[in-house]
């Protein structure tokens, strides 16, 4: 079945550093990709998707590549602030459904 | 506002008690899901709803019934909770059941003694 391997946490940064959450996956067909983010106390957010091979998605600073070579969706930051503390998940869907496969998560936590 | 909403936000019950989870939203969209994030923060999908009708059902015990009176609502309920049934549910939603963004709700929060 499909599945999503992400780095595990946390992952402690001070501000302004260069962030990168690893993704790996592994899919029947060919998935789209995602990356949501979980602030605090909050329900999950978009950040950003890619919905085929070498599509790069964008928002808020942050970048990912659909990499189909090497199954990857690694999510960049060139410098991350306080505000970015969260826990961010990787996650796919395939077929004609649009049910999400996560990844276990990844708790970032930025200190100034 | 616009958002998907669920109430209530904690649960606090004892085990082999009946409880009810409901989800609500306002912005026009047809599918709705649940979702069950665990204490690891690891979430898995439980149930998914296109215009009513059930189109995702995982392998969740059957004391789980979700309920959709219309497009706008998902409820969930549980009969005779568990103590591994402690965690956080997400009611999520988005426009069509393919690959489009799904909005999540706030979470709730439930603990069984």
């Known amino acids: 079945g499909d599945s999503v391997t992400q780095m595990e946490g946390p992952v402690t940064l001070s501000e302004e550093a260069f962030l990168t959450i690893n993704c790996t996956y592994t899919?029947?067909?060919?998935?789209?990709l995602f990356w949501y983010v979980q602030y605090p106390g909050e329900g999950l957010q978009l950040l950003l998707k890619?919905?085929?091979?070498?599509d790069k998605g964008s928002n808020k600073g942050f970048e990912a590549t659909y990499r189909k070579e090497t199954t990857s969706f690694h999510l960049e930051k060139g410098s991350v602030q306080v505000s970015d503390s969260a826990v961010y998940f990787c996650?796919?869907?395939?077929?004609?459904?649009?049910?999400?496969?996560f990844g276990t998560g990844t708790q970032l936590k930025v200190e100034l | 506002d616009t958002a998907v909403s669920q109430t209530p936000k904690y649960l606090v019950t004892q085990m082999g008690n009946d409880k009810s989870i409901k989800c609500e939203q306002n912005?026009?969209?047809?599918?709705m899901y649940w979702y069950k994030q665990d204490s690891k923060k690891f979430l898995k999908i439980m149930f998914s709803?296109?215009?009513?009708?059930?189109?995702i059902n995982e392998t969740v015990p059957n004391r789980f019934s979700p309920k959709s009176p219309d497009k706008a609502h998902l409820n969930l309920h549980i009969n005779s909770l568990e103590l591994g049934d402690s965690a956080v549910y997400f009611c999520a939603s988005s426009q069509g059941a393919r690959v489009n963004e799904q909005f999540f709700g706030p979470g709730t929060r439930l603990t069984v003694l």
């Open positions: 912005l026009g969209h047809d599918t």
């Open positions: 709803y296109n215009n009513k009708e059930l189109i």
């Open positions: 996650a796919l869907t395939t077929g004609g459904g649009n049910k999400l496969t």
């Open positions: 899919a029947t067909g060919y998935p789209s």
């Open positions: 890619a919905t085929k091979a070498d």
